[in-house]
């Protein structure tokens, strides 16, 4: 495990401005997007999607921040609405992060689109589990994938809810607004701002 933290940290280290670089924590802002199209455009504010075994969904909105290796600073959350296999809405509410299991980066570095959220150079796309809150009392998992290119990871968001888990993302669809997300590192002077 301290191998694979140290393997990401020192893949990580290149990417980040020189403050990051020379020891404050890394912190990494994660989003379920809105997009536009002609231009595209990356907004905080989007939904996604995922599907149970028996066809129930989840659909889930929000935005958040986590700094690598500490568990303590997760901060975020969003709504969440599930459905029923013939799409009858059966609950509603908020959710928060509560805690952070792991994050992996990826090789893709975003560009080519307007990105209202930070500046589009620091967009990556990556995997995080994130564990959360719903407002009912349940808890779950939250796993948010990001990936520029086609490959073996998938766009969008995974969910646990209870006993329930919504383990069969709904992928973005071409020119349909949905289904997408972004992480951004951020840097301590974007914080201040």
Request: charged share 20%.
């Amino acid at each position: 495990m301290k191998r694979r933290w140290f393997l990401t940290v020192a893949f990580l280290l290149p990417l980040l401005t020189g403050s990051t670089a020379r020891g404050d924590e890394v912190t990494v802002r994660w989003d379920i997007v809105h997009v536009t199209f002609a231009p595209l455009t990356f907004a905080a504010g989007g939904s996604a999607s995922a599907k149970a075994e028996d066809g129930s969904q989840i659909t889930l909105t929000g935005s958040g921040t986590f700094q690598l290796g500490e568990d303590s600073e997760v901060t975020g959350g969003g709504t969440w609405e599930t459905f029923s296999p013939s799409k009858v809405a059966t609950g509603t509410g908020t959710f928060v992060a509560t805690g952070f299991i792991k994050f992996d980066v990826g090789p893709g570095i975003g560009g080519g689109a307007i990105d209202l959220i930070g500046p589009i150079a620091d967009s990556h796309d990556g995997l995080a589990f994130l564990r959360i809150r719903y407002s009912d009392g349940s808890r779950g998992v939250l796993v948010v994938s990001c990936r520029f290119n086609p490959g073996a990871v998938f766009e969008g968001i995974t969910a646990s809810k209870g006993f329930v888990d919504y383990w069969s993302h709904v992928g973005p669809v071409p020119g349909v607004d949905g289904g997408r997300t972004l992480f951004h590192f951020v840097s301590s002077e974007d914080e201040q701002r």
